[in-house]
């Protein structure tokens, strides 16, 4: 159902709305950002649809609302856990199709994966509305076209943000209630068609490929150019990874909490084992593992690749190494090894 | 009421028995029934979680052998019998008891490596017909190392055994790694009907593996049991992915036409 509204009206129904849910959206945070004047765009709840950054991609991706950074998972006292509770308001979250569709992604690792429900995320996600941001531009790093995620359907709402107004399609039935004074008018949600960035797909035919990959020379690169940061895999939509420690209060010793946070395969320690042992030894290692991951391991699992395309680690990483770049390079070697036999080991 | 599958239940600790210096087994009340080869998530509050493989468990009550190692294994060396530890599990996919049943049943361990089949050992011990025979090659760094002594014995007395140290000489004992003994197990009289578990340290599972090769054992006859870092133990936190597999899922029991070409 389509609605045209003006900026007066749609914050009208924003502040209605707002008393049933806590609505998320990209917001800026005014220098901020890593870099002296530079700003911070990460998702967080707005009071207004002018507060909505439209004209730039966010830094962080919205994952964070579901999942946050850090989260309280469990209370314990002397010989008892108990679980964090949480209240019971609904949850509208502004995003671009490829975040809508790396929600897809993240839920197969979160829901199902081994039978086993998150349910973490899974309480939060039963809350969860999307409201599509339409994207027909992009930017630079993008490359959402190529990892088809540049459309999504399955969302509540979709929005086209004009300079006075905005338009609107509601698909859901609860929030069409919110709509009944407004005036429909047609609107039909466009997507982006062709991005600047474009990926060819790494066709990795068998494990003896896979392996002959990891041990080729192009990852060494990363060793001198990798920091272990983990900027990338923070800001990446479909990065699921986290830690879970315990910590107590300094107060009462026997009263506490254990919390996740994120983690990620770039940073040291992620495999390190009790006693020190270490899988992964070096930042080639680290970086193919990231990389294998988002656009081949995923896949032989759930069926689809994990990368959506939105950028987000090109733009983070501190040394400008670029995730299209390095699916390049990936696509030479994977033709460099095919093209000639491999040896039996 | 959605389950939570991370929430762990508190459990008695009704003994613990000193295997060495190191090494204890800490004797749980507990109801769950883990199959052979499974492992559990033991918490300390305070401390954290690790995955544990239960080493024997019975009525009422569950082993768990225990190195310490890293920082919960540290805190539960500290702990005394009426304590609680906090349990979840049991995970993953243990020994392939289908695969084993009626044959020729060869086990190679390493260190602790020991801990993870001594369940399986036991049943083979209790329920004789289960497997035609039991050969079993043990491997400890030093003396001082040796885990389950009463157990060894038994072993010896019931099945074939080969016990080796890595350096020290003692009496009863061989000296080397266990790879050097491979070469005792009569691969070619199982006819094909038998199932080699190897269980240690990643190298020394690679290296025997391969040696049982040399000796004409078959890929798909041989499994070995990994061990990876773990948050979760449930497919969520992404520390034990190797490629497409979540060792806390799929494992930690592979068999080894897999586990030969998981690289970390």
């Known amino acids: 159902?389509?609605?045209?509204?003006?900026?007066?009206?749609?914050?009208?129904?924003?502040?209605?709305?707002?008393?049933?849910?806590?609505?998320?959206?990209?917001?800026?945070?005014?220098?901020?950002?890593?870099?002296?004047?530079?700003?911070?765009?990460?998702?967080?709840?707005?009071?207004?649809?002018?507060?909505?950054?439209?004209?730039?991609?966010?830094?962080?991706?919205?994952?964070?609302?579901?999942?946050?950074?850090?989260?309280?998972?469990?209370?314990?006292?002397?010989?008892?856990?108990?679980?964090?509770?949480?209240?019971?308001?609904?949850?509208?979250?502004?995003?671009?199709?490829?975040?809508?569709?790396?929600?897809?992604?993240?839920?197969?690792?979160?829901?199902?994966?081994?039978?086993?429900?998150?349910?973490?995320?899974?309480?939060?996600?039963?809350?969860?509305?999307?409201?599509?941001?339409?994207?027909?531009?992009?930017w630079d790093t993008c490359f959402c076209v190529s990892m088809g995620t540049n459309k999504a359907t399955n969302y509540a709402a979709a929005v086209r943000f004009l300079e006075d107004g905005i338009l609107l399609d509601v698909k859901d039935e609860e929030?069409?209630?919110?709509?009944?004074?407004?005036?429909?008018?047609?609107?039909?949600?466009?997507?982006?068609?062709?991005?600047?960035?474009?990926?060819?797909?790494?066709?990795?035919?068998?494990?003896?490929?896979?392996?002959?990959?990891?041990?080729?020379?192009?990852?060494?690169e990363y060793n001198s150019r990798c920091i272990a940061c983990g900027a990338c895999t923070i800001a990446c939509g479909t990065c699921t990874c986290f830690t879970t420690t315990d910590l107590f209060y300094t107060q009462n010793a026997n009263v506490g909490?254990?919390?996740?946070?994120?983690?990620?395969?770039?940073?040291?320690?992620?495999?390190?084992?009790?006693?020190?042992?270490?899988?992964?030894?070096?930042?080639?290692?680290?970086?193919?593992?990231?990389?294998?991951?988002?656009?081949?391991?995923?896949?032989?699992?759930?069926?689809?690749?994990?990368?959506?395309?939105?950028?987000?680690?090109?733009?983070?990483?501190?040394?400008?190494?670029?995730?299209?770049?390095?699916?390049?390079?990936?696509?030479?070697a994977i033709k460099e090894i095919c093209e000639q036999p491999v040896s039996q080991s | 009421m959605i389950i939570n599958p991370v929430m762990p239940k508190p459990c008695k600790i009704i003994d613990i028995i000193r295997e060495n210096k190191n090494e204890y087994t800490f004797r749980v009340e507990s109801d769950i029934t883990p199959e052979h080869g499974q492992f559990l998530q033991l918490s300390i509050p305070k401390v954290g979680e690790a995955p544990i493989s239960a080493s024997g468990f019975g009525d009422g009550y569950l082993d768990f052998t225990i190195r310490s190692v890293g920082k919960v294994t540290n805190e539960m060396f500290a702990l005394k019998p009426g304590d609680m530890l906090f349990l979840r599990g049991a995970y993953g996919v243990g020994w392939p008891i289908e695969e084993i049943s009626g044959k020729h049943?060869?086990?190679?361990?390493?260190?602790?490596?020991?801990?993870?089949?001594?369940?399986?050992?036991?049943?083979?011990?209790?329920?004789?017909?289960?497997?035609?025979?039991?050969?079993?090659?043990?491997?400890?760094?030093?003396?001082?190392?040796?885990?389950?002594?009463?157990?060894?014995?038994?072993?010896?007395?019931?099945?074939?055994?080969?016990?080796?140290?890595?350096i020290d000489k003692i009496d009863g004992w061989e000296v080397g790694f266990v790879t050097e003994h491979v070469n005792k197990i009569p691969i070619k009289d199982y006819e094909d009907n038998y199932a080699i578990l190897v269980v240690g340290p990643p190298v020394m599972m690679k290296f025997t593996a391969l040696e049982c090769l040399k000796n004409g054992a078959k890929e798909e006859n041989i499994w070995v049991s990994f061990e990876r870092k773990m948050s979760c133990a449930i497919g969520k936190c992404g520390h034990c992915r190797i490629d497409e597999v979540y060792v806390c899922l799929d494992g930690p029991v592979f068999n080894y036409k897999q586990a030969k070409d998981l690289v970390d």
């Open chain 1, 1 to 138: 159902m389509g609605f045209s509204l003006s900026l007066e009206k749609a914050n009208a129904i924003l502040n209605e709305l707002k008393k049933e849910y806590r609505i998320y959206a990209p917001k800026r945070f005014e220098k901020q950002g890593r870099y002296s004047d530079t700003d911070i765009i990460r998702y967080d709840e707005i009071d207004s649809i002018e507060e909505i950054v439209t004209g730039e991609k966010s830094t962080y991706s919205p994952k964070e609302v579901l999942f946050p950074i850090t989260q309280t998972i469990l209370y314990f006292t002397e010989d008892e856990y108990r679980e964090t509770k949480m209240d019971d308001k609904k949850i509208l979250i502004f995003m671009r199709p490829c975040d809508i569709n790396a929600r897809k992604v993240q839920e197969r690792i979160y829901m199902g994966n081994g039978g086993f429900d998150d349910f973490y995320y899974k309480r939060l996600r039963e809350k969860v509305k999307f409201v599509m941001m339409e994207c027909t531009k992009g």
């Open chain 1, 175 to 220: 929030l069409q209630g919110y709509f009944a004074d407004v005036a429909k008018a047609p609107f039909e949600v466009e997507f982006i068609e062709g991005n600047e960035t474009v990926v060819e797909l790494p066709q990795i035919p068998d494990k003896k490929v896979l392996n002959a990959i990891k041990a080729h020379p192009m990852w060494d």
């Open chain 1, 257 to 332: 909490e254990r919390r996740r946070t994120y983690s990620s395969c770039q940073i040291d320690g992620f495999d390190e084992m009790a006693g020190g042992l270490i899988f992964r030894k070096s930042y080639a290692d680290t970086m193919r593992y990231k990389v294998l991951h988002k656009v081949h391991d995923y896949k032989e699992r759930f069926g689809e690749n994990m990368c959506v395309g939105c950028g987000r680690c090109t733009d983070r990483c501190p040394q400008f190494i670029s995730f299209s770049h390095t699916i390049e390079k990936l696509n030479h």
């Open chain 2, 105 to 166: 049943l060869v086990v190679i361990t390493g260190g602790t490596g020991l801990a993870p089949v001594k369940s399986l050992l036991s049943k083979c011990l209790n329920e004789p017909e289960f497997v035609k025979s039991v050969f079993i090659i043990s491997g400890f760094k030093n003396e001082d190392g040796i885990l389950f002594k009463n157990d060894l014995e038994s072993y010896k007395k019931n099945f074939k055994t080969v016990y080796s140290l890595d």
